[in-house]
Each structure stands twice: as C-alpha cells, then as structure tokens.
T-cell receptor, first 113, second 113 residues
Framework: GAVVSQHPSWVICKSGTSVKIECRSL??????MFWYRQFPKQSLMLMAT?????????EQGVEKDKFLINHASLTLSTLTVTSAHPEDSSFYIC?????????FGQGTRLTVV | EDKVVQSPLSLVVHEGDTVTLNCSYE??????LLWYKQEKKAPTFLFML????IEKKSGRLSSILDKKELFSILNITATQTGDSAVYLC?????????????FGQGTTLQVKP
C-alpha cells in the first residue's frame, strides 16, 4: 500500500494563481521530503529537500520564492507554486525519508492555462 | 559533476523479445542504485542494488550492478505489451542529504504485439 499520500493528483489553474500540493506520510514520520519535477519526456529533477522544522534546501536554478516548501510536521510537507505560469506546467512528485526503498507520492500533474 | 546516463534512450521490440537496458554512473559518494518503471504516473520501484555481482530477480525482470565499471543493467525476458514504459535508473548518494537520488534520462521501451 501507499506510504505517502499526495494531493491533488491533478490540477488546472489560471496563470498568476497559486497552487498548493500536499504530501502526507502514512503510518510513519517523514523527517525529510524530497520534491521532484518532471517535464514531458524528461526525467525527474530534484527541486528541493525539506527537513521537518527547518528551511528547505533548493537545488541550483530553482527559485525558492516561487516554490514555497513547508515541512512543519513530521507527517506533512507542502509545495506551493506561487504566481504560476504556463512554463510551470509539469508533474510534481514527492519522496519521503526514511523509507529506504524509495517510494514516491502519487504525483501531481499541474497545468497552468 | 555527478551524473547518471542511460542507454538506449528508446527501444522498440516485439512481444517475446529479450531487452537489456543500460545505466552508467559517475557519482562521488555512491550508496545504491535503483531501477524504476514509470507509466504516465509515479515511478514504481523495481530493484535496489548495493553490491557488485549479485543478481536481483523478480519474475521476468533481473538486474545486476558492477561497481568497478560503474554500471548496471536491467534485463527483461519474454517481453509483453504491459512492459511498455519508461525505465528510470537512479543512484543514491551517501553524503550530505542521505537518500538523495540522481536520475538518468530514462529509457522508453515500447513492446509491440
């Protein structure tokens, strides 16, 4: 069964609005959450790493003010895409630790129109 | 710079064929290598490899790691149309953010009836 629940699974929003994506760990405490982005026909790219109770670490080229990550509890991490633009349309997916066999959330397909 | 390279990038075979997918890596602090299958949604975990020369097997799929030559292969025998997917290889780093995965570009496999 799923070890992490990610919502929503898909979302369509208007350009300029913000979208929040949630990843909730089930039956365990996720001390770390990795957030990935995948554009069509490309591989997964790590965007940022969040640790419970501290600021997220962003990969080079990822705007921290645009992609807000909150990891306020051991069971919930959120990614908010602020002022979304069509180029932010992508597949966003989370992966929690400590689960060594590397399960992912179900993913969120974001379409910005 | 750490990198993971998969080949071929795409492959078309007929049902019953055997395929071999390749993954080579250059990662400073190697911990493990993982294989995933992705079909229009979140990646599904297949194998985690940590030791050289030990084959892991699951049904028609098998994989092996060579830590001296820095590569892994994923074999699929007697392919079926349901094997059509993108196969992702990822290497887990052991330093800093334990559990950070670096992904290859993926191999798109199409199995024709």
């Amino acid at each position: 069964g799923a070890v992490v629940s990610q919502h929503p699974s898909w979302v369509i929003c208007k350009s300029g609005t913000s979208v929040k994506i949630e990843c909730r760990s089930l039956d365990f405490q996720a001390t770390t959450m990795f957030w990935y982005r995948q554009f069509p026909k490309q591989s997964l790219m790590l965007m940022a790493t969040s640790n419970e109770g501290s600021k997220a670490t962003y990969e080079q080229g990822v705007e921290k003010d645009k992609f807000l990550i909150n990891h306020a509890s051991l069971t919930l991490s959120t990614l908010t895409v602020t002022s979304a633009h069509p180029e932010d349309s992508s597949f966003y997916i989370c992966r929690p630790l400590p689960i060594r066999t590397a399960f992912f959330g179900q993913g969120t397909r974001l379409t910005v129109v | 710079e750490d990198k993971v390279v998969q080949s071929p990038l795409s492959l078309v075979v007929h049902e019953g064929d055997t395929v071999t997918l390749n993954c080579s890596y250059e990662v400073t602090n190697f911990r493990s290598l993982l294989w995933y299958k992705q079909e229009k949604k979140a990646p599904t975990f297949l194998f985690m490899l940590t030791s050289s020369g030990i084959e892991k097997k699951s049904g028609r799929l098998s994989s092996i790691l060579d830590k001296k030559e820095l590569f892994s292969i994923l074999n699929i025998t007697a392919t079926q149309t349901g094997d059509s997917a993108v196969y992702l290889c990822a290497v887990e780093e052991s330093s800093g953010n334990t559990g950070k995965l670096i992904f290859g570009q993926g191999t798109t496999l199409q199995v024709k009836p």
